[in-house]
């Protein structure tokens, strides 16, 4: 069993930056790929992006990458969302994932383990 808590502050301005972290318990930490996914209401959960078990890989969606970067923290099992230039739409509920793959696929199904979400608001 893995457990996932994301946290961070939630309101951020328009055009500013998000910085969420996600704790993970339960496992040894470098044997999981760990992503970020994003869901509004009413829409299918977006994959925002992940990083691989080693550290060497990172694997964004092609409409945030750019102003994604997506880390990880082998001594405190911690993982990182950074985001910039953030818009409105850019408001959804964050998630953070696990798996045991190696690499950090995009489907959700690739994902054994899931953080409860947090709420992030972009205002204008």
């Known amino acids: 069993q893995v457990n996932l808590v994301e946290s961070g502050r939630g309101l951020v301005q328009a055009g500013g930056s998000l910085r969420l972290s996600c704790a993970a318990s339960?496992?040894?930490?470098?044997?999981?790929?760990m992503g970020w996914y994003r869901q509004v209401l009413g829409k299918e959960r977006e994959f925002v992006g992940g990083?691989?078990?080693?550290?060497?890989?990172?694997n964004y969606a092609d409409s945030l990458k750019g102003r994604t970067v997506i880390s990880r923290d082998y001594t405190n099992n911690l993982v990182y969302l950074q985001m910039s230039n953030l818009e409105p739409e850019d408001t959804a509920i964050h998630y953070c994932?696990?798996?045991?793959?190696?690499?950090?696929?995009?489907?959700?199904?690739?994902?054994?383990?899931w953080g409860p979400g947090i709420q992030v608001t972009v205002s204008s």
């Open positions: 339960g496992t040894s930490f470098s044997a999981l790929a």
């Open positions: 994932a696990a798996s045991y793959s190696s690499y950090p696929d995009r489907p959700a199904t690739a994902y054994r383990f």
């Open positions: 990083v691989s078990r080693s550290g060497a890989y990172t």
